[in-house]
């Protein structure tokens, strides 16, 4: 097996997507974030670019996304993260990177972090729980859903869970070991 040195993780977002880029040696992680007052297409045209760019910046391994599952209740966010994700998908898939989608339940129960966000004083507990448990610092709680996901693909990769049976046989698939 490979070592998976160069991917992309994404928990996409129309108004704030977490990005997390690991590049060899070097990690960064940010969050596209967008004020309300720019417009939906806008918003999907600037997504694309981004991505886009990104998509074509490097011999990328995989792109790892966010991946909301349809058995959820039918909700415009829903719809919306669906559209982004595709967007972002489309982006990669046209760079002829391999795709891993990452259901948030898994990344959830495999890292245990399950706390709620949206208020001020929510997502202050979200970022303190991740920075705590794996000695992270992130600015949103977008970029630590990036991270979660980084350690639920490298726990699967490493046999450490028993969790993510799919995600496991996608990436043994894929010949790589995260």
């Given at each position: 097996m490979q070592?998976?040195?160069?991917?992309?993780?994404v928990d996409p977002?129309?108004?704030?997507?977490?990005?997390?880029?690991v590049n060899g040696i070097n990690v960064r992680h940010y969050a596209i974030q967008t004020p309300k007052k720019v417009g939906r297409l806008e918003i999907l045209g600037n997504l694309s670019k981004h991505f886009t760019e990104l998509a074509q910046s490097n011999n990328w391994d995989f792109l790892a996304?966010?991946?909301?599952t349809f058995k959820q209740p039918k909700?415009?966010?829903v719809t919306v993260q669906a559209e982004v994700g595709g967007i972002i998908r489309g982006c990669f898939g046209a760079e002829g990177v391999p795709i891993i989608e990452i259901n948030c339940q898994t990344w959830k129960a495999v890292t245990g972090i399950r706390l709620p966000k949206g208020t001020k004083a929510d997502n202050s507990n979200y970022i303190y729980a991740v920075a705590k448990?794996?000695?992270?610092?992130?600015?949103?709680?977008?970029?630590?859903d990036t991270y979660l996901m980084w350690q639920t693909l490298k726990k699967i990769s490493d046999g450490s869970t028993d969790k993510g049976d799919e995600l496991r046989k996608q990436i043994r698939e894929m010949e790589i070991e995260i």
């Amino acid at each position: 097996m490979q070592k998976a040195t160069n991917f992309v993780i994404v928990d996409p977002s129309l108004r704030s997507s977490g990005v997390l880029v690991v590049n060899g040696i070097n990690v960064r992680h940010y969050a596209i974030q967008t004020p309300k007052k720019v417009g939906r297409l806008e918003i999907l045209g600037n997504l694309s670019k981004h991505f886009t760019e990104l998509a074509q910046s490097n011999n990328w391994d995989f792109l790892a996304i966010e991946n909301y599952t349809f058995k959820q209740p039918k909700s415009s966010a829903v719809t919306v993260q669906a559209e982004v994700g595709g967007i972002i998908r489309g982006c990669f898939g046209a760079e002829g990177v391999p795709i891993i989608e990452i259901n948030c339940q898994t990344w959830k129960a495999v890292t245990g972090i399950r706390l709620p966000k949206g208020t001020k004083a929510d997502n202050s507990n979200y970022i303190y729980a991740v920075a705590k448990k794996y000695d992270f610092i992130c600015q949103t709680t977008d970029e630590c859903d990036t991270y979660l996901m980084w350690q639920t693909l490298k726990k699967i990769s490493d046999g450490s869970t028993d969790k993510g049976d799919e995600l496991r046989k996608q990436i043994r698939e894929m010949e790589i070991e995260i």
